[in-house]
């Protein structure tokens, strides 16, 4: 499927495998954002990394979708993580564009980049009202990002623990 092997400009995105664990673990390291991601930050940095990869196993077996390393072209480094997630929020089906850059590869417009493409993706291959993107009410930084991807702020609610704002987009024909 054509999901799991998308490009943009300066990144590549691929399917996740164990061997990307190590790499995603430098996500949870000197990060001041992870109080944003509703995790169980109790748990050792290796089982959140280990977790939130496994995750995306079973995701792409029930849907076809999930969470994607973003590969910078340049390097080969794996930068960041981000995809379409199948959701339910207060008993509605939707689907969110997310994404996670590990912080060095922060403030280079990285997250913007996998944000939009994802977007052209789900436009143009998702059957679909709208898509979202859940993000923590101070979480000024993931909201910039779903600003420059078109969305605006449709409703607040809870989520994981979290007070947050539910961007979103209608889905349009590209």
């Known amino acids: 499927m054509v999901y799991f092997n ?14 990307d664990i190590p790499s995603w673990l430098e996500f949870f390291q ?29 995701r792409y077996e029930q849907f076809g979708l999930g969470h994607l390393a973003a590969i910078e072209k340049e390097t ?16 509605h089906q939707e689907y969110e564009i997310a994404y996670s850059i590990k912080p060095k590869f922060w403030g280079k417009g990285y997250a913007t980049e996998l944000a939009q493409t994802m977007k052209h993706f789900g436009m143009k291959h998702i059957k679909t009202k709208r ?9 000024v930084d993931s909201a910039r990002v779903a600003k420059k991807n078109g969305m605006d702020i449709l409703f607040k609610t809870e989520f994981l623990g979290m007070q947050v704002n539910i961007y979103g987009i209608e889905k349009t024909t590209e």
């Open 6 to 19: 998308q490009e943009s400009e300066r990144l590549t995105y691929r399917k996740l495998t164990a061997d």
């Open 30 to 58: 000197e990060n001041d954002r992870l109080h944003f991601l509703g995790m169980d930050l109790t748990k050792k940095n290796t089982d959140l990394a280990g977790d939130w990869i496994r995750a995306q196993f079973n």
């Open 76 to 91: 080969g480094l794996l930068i960041g993580l981000g995809g379409i997630i199948p959701r339910e929020i207060d008993g």
């Open 131 to 139: 898509f979202i993107s859940i993000i923590d009410v101070n979480n």
